[in-house]
């Protein structure tokens, strides 16, 4: 599934993805490829995406830019502050006051 993590003021993380693991305001979640339509609200917390194949990008704090990777099958854990998660179509849109802490 392909996914986008987006703040106000920049992409966090874009591409393709097996798996996400969210904090939802009522408790954690898991999204797996094919997951049925969904629109849900998050709390501060971690997510952490399984990365699929084919490219992906990630914002860098160590460079302040975005990173072009394709290593399949990496995890990557950052905090976010409170937000919204979209799935329809096997797409993923995940819109957050802010980000940080990109490992």
Known sequence: MKISVLTPDRTIFNGNVTKVSLPGTDGSFQLLDNHAPLVSSLTAGRVTVVTGTGEYSFYSEDTNGMTKESTPNRSLTFTIDRGFVEVL????????QGARNMR
């Open 89 to 96: 179509n096997n797409e993923v849109n995940l819109l957050v």
